[in-house]
């Protein structure tokens, strides 16, 4: 019920993209001529939009990602067509430019894409996930303990004790700026710099990023890794400089948070058929909605289900795997959700951007101002110590 009452509250942003998807050059379409084929003053069609936390130029540019995305994975829109539509004077501008992006041509990208069937594909990926190691046992111990309701301080002082790498991990993740002093022992490290649940939280991170370490390419380990560790600091950073009292569920929304973009990992897996696609992709796709259609199209399966295919198999807390079916579902609709789902997305978005090494952050900072989020120069600041 709530999800049709959302579709119905996104008319105008609908009435957007109906437009754009009616224009020859969707590209050329300036907001003015938008404004007066809807039979709407400047003012309130500004307005209007931005009830529904959007802009103009956040449709029309999600409009021109996801257009591209669908014509490369098909052969119905040629590359010189497709340079037009997507606002560029002539086939070669557009081919630099997308190389410039993603290191390769856009016929090289499709020809990527269109590597094996979707259904091979989706039956690989769960293939590699059935097949993944056991975690660490630290790692199986905290999630039992917490299963059981027995995890406090000292219990995961002497768990994490135990597990030298792991501690040391800890140790390191605690030290770092954004998380305070550095502490002077374990006890310090967990309960004042990073918290219990953190503490799970990354346990988990890491068991995933060490199952996967020689299969995955080391600069996606690399990059991605360290994002998933900043998610806690960037969710308290977004509280603080949010203008409104939205109350969250923070432990869970901490494990959305720190898991929804694992998938990466599974997705970019050596043995899968496209991975050097999502390679690409990654590289040249700033905006993680439309790194997400092109995944769900063509692998069968969304970045979110890919994470939640690897959670549950290691029976991680149903919660968290029922949150990431909701959050996909949100996204696949492109309906806004409520207002918690809404700033969960801007902050996936943030880490995903950060991560993956774009520099431009115009599009975030709008997002940001539209769901009443001050000072955006903060979590910039906080995402590019990622670089």
């Known amino acids: 019920m709530y999800m049709n009452n959302t579709q119905a509250s996104l008319v105008l942003t609908e009435a957007v993209n109906r437009l754009l998807s009616q224009c020859d050059l969707p590209s050329s379409l300036t907001i003015e001529q938008c404004a007066s084929a809807l039979a709407m003053s400047m003012t309130s069609f500004r307005r209007k939009l931005t009830q529904e936390e959007t802009s103009y130029k956040l449709i029309q540019s999600k409009f021109l990602n996801e257009l591209c995305v669908e014509a490369l994975l098909t052969m119905q829109t040629k590359v010189d ?29 499709r020809e990527l894409s269109l590597v094996g069937s979707v259904e091979s594909n989706y039956l690989k990926l769960t293939e590699i996930a059935e097949n993944m190691p056991p975690m660490p046992e630290s790692c199986q111990q905290l999630l039992l303990e917490k299963d059981r309701g027995n995890l406090d301080l000292q219990r995961v002082i002497d768990i994490v004790g135990q597990d030298v790498i792991f501690s040391g ?45 020689e299969h995955v390419e080391q600069v996606i380990i690399e990059q991605y890794s360290p994002a998933f560790l900043l998610a806690p600091k960037l969710f308290q950073r977004v509280r603080k400089l949010l203008m409104s009292d939205l ?45 997400n259609l092109h995944i769900r199209e063509s692998m069968a399966i969304s970045l979110y ?64 101002e539209l769901l009443n989020i001050q000072k955006f120069d903060e979590i910039k600041q906080l995402l590019l110590a990622l670089h």
Not at 310 to 334: C, E
Request: aromatic share 10%.
């Open 81 to 109: 067509d497709l340079a037009i539509k997507l606002g560029y004077s002539e086939r070669a501008t557009f081919e630099r430019a997308f190389r410039h992006k993603f290191g390769i041509t856009p016929s090289q990208f």
């Open 169 to 213: 991990r800890i140790m390191g993740q605690a030290s770092k700026a954004i998380y305070g002093r550095t502490p002077k022992s374990l006890k310090e490290a967990v309960s004042r710099n990073l918290g219990i649940s953190t503490i799970v939280n990354f346990a988990v991170v890491y068991a995933v990023k060490d199952a996967l370490q």
């Open 247 to 291: 109350k969250f569920d923070i432990a869970l929304t901490e494990q959305v948070l720190v898991f929804s973009l694992l998938g990466i990992f599974l997705l970019s897996h050596k043995s899968t058929y496209k991975h050097e696609m999502m390679l690409y992709a990654l590289k040249g796709m700033d905006d993680l909605h439309s790194l």
């Open 305 to 368: 289900s890919a994470s939640s295919l690897m959670l549950s198999l290691w029976h991680i807390d149903a919660s968290i795997v029922k949150q990431l079916t909701h959050l996909d579902k949100v996204s696949q609709l492109g309906a806004k959700g409520n207002e918690q789902d809404e700033l969960i997305l801007f902050m996936l978005s943030c880490l995903y951007f950060a991560a993956a090494g774009h520099s431009d952050f115009s599009a975030l900072e709008q997002k940001a």
